[in-house]
């Protein structure tokens, strides 16, 4: 029972609610030594499938919550794109991807989270799939932005003259929402006229991107010449190599499912 009510607790904080909660207790009680969840959301019109993933300990009769295929399609796009998350122990449960912040991923943009390294210790980064490049399991490759590459937000957001920054509360409110990946409306001010847009955190270059309310992104002209000339000159090398602070060993600890069950279990 202890068991049942803790996968259906994690379950639960891991963005999925309650909707598995009987099917999770029916699948235990057939004692099958693993199974599959589908789960199907919304998050605006984008619509999200997700496959939860669980198995029995090899040494006791505890089940785990190994890990999540997410699935995002966007509105009025037939393309889909997906990724495998998985689910670590308690002792490192701050590097678990939420399935909101998976959707955010998937759509391309930043979340910031404050992780958990090899020794234990805990570090603030912002994390970035990049759709470029897989690793051996088919998985997207992930960026990271620590505090040691130099991107604050709020410093971003302050660049723009952005009405809910006049306010602590909705400031707050701001930061909060863009750090956990969302694409976040906001209040733009212009000779005397209030305008709303849509801004999204973007670390790499350092700034925020910004959207019209058609979800036009402006200044992308500009941005595609930054990018071309960081890609092409010193400047991207620069930043590559601030971006290697853990890019190239981001001190996570390595996710494989079955393995960090079996270290649960203990």
């Not at 004692?31 to 669980?54: I, M």
């Not at 006791?60 to 509105?75: L, R, W």
């Not at 941005?223 to 001190?251: M, V």
């Amino acid at each position: 029972m202890a068991n049942l009510e803790y996968l259906q607790e994690q379950v639960k904080k891991t963005g999925f609610g309650d909707q598995l909660t009987e099917k999770i207790a029916n699948a235990i009680s057939g004692g099958p030594a693993d199974f599959k969840l589908d789960f199907q959301t919304k998050f605006g019109n984008d619509e999200v499938n997700a496959e939860l993933s669980f198995s029995r300990s090899k040494s006791t009769d505890m089940y785990f919550f190994n890990s999540y295929k997410a699935e995002v399609q966007k509105e009025g796009n037939e393309e889909k794109v997906s990724q495998t998350f998985f689910i670590n122990g308690f002792e490192n449960r701050h590097n678990n991807i939420y399935l909101k912040e998976a959707y955010n991923l998937l759509c391309g943009r930043c979340v910031n989270k404050d992780l958990i390294n090899r020794e234990g210790e805990m570090y603030n980064s912002w994390l970035q799939l990049d759709f470029t490049q897989t690793n051996e399991h088919g998985n997207f490759k992930t960026k990271y932005y620590s505090e040691k590459y130099g991107y604050d937000l709020e410093d971003a957001l302050g660049k723009h003259a952005i009405k809910e920054l006049s306010n602590d509360e909705h400031k707050s409110n701001l930061l909060k929402s863009l750090k956990k990946g969302n694409l976040q409306s906001a209040t733009f001010q212009k000779d005397g006229q209030e305008i709303k847009k849509f801004i999204e955190a973007s670390p790499q270059f350092k700034s925020i991107n910004v959207y019209d309310s058609n979800m036009k992104r402006e200044g992308q002209r500009q941005a595609k010449q930054e990018k071309e000339g960081q890609e092409n000159g010193q400047s991207q090398k620069r930043s590559e190599r601030q971006a290697n602070d853990h890019d190239d060993a981001p001190d996570i600890p390595e996710q494989k499912g079955k393995k960090r069950a079996a270290r649960q279990s203990r």
